[in-house]
């Protein structure tokens, strides 16, 4: 879907400037950004929305049965609710600390889904 205007709140900070962007004769104008940053953010969220993924999925550890995930970088917007889905068919195996990969190739969409907590070695039976 094509828009051609866009009001919302910046995230990239905690400051959420509220940024009005718009697409006119294949100009475009973000205003409200108090910073490059959020005006690069106004633009990349008219064209090409995008989001970080955060979850969870199983683990093979019996004293830690879930582990806290995130995609490494933003995946599009309009990919985000079958990428949760597909978290429910991971299942992790220590030892991992925050920042490992669980799955170099999430759901196909050529980003790594990390850990952003350890997960211990599983512990013998
Ligand atoms: S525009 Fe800049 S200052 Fe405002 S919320 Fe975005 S990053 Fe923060």
Known sequence: MT???????CVECPRGCRLSVRRSGGELTVSGAACP??????????????????GTVRTTSRDMPRLPV??????????LLEAAR??????????????????EDFNGLGV??????ALPPDSPP
């Open 3 to 9: 828009r051609d205007f866009l009001e919302a709140a």
């Open 37 to 54: 940053r959020g005006e690069a953010w106004g633009r990349r969220e008219l064209l090409m929305p995008a989001r970080v993924l955060t």
């Open 70 to 79: 995130r995609t490494r970088e933003a995946i599009p917007l309009d990919t």
């Open 86 to 103: 597909a978290l429910s068919s991971i299942v992790a195996a220590g030892p991992l600390v925050p920042g490992d990969t669980v799955v």
């Open 112 to 117: 790594p889904l990390v850990a952003t907590a």
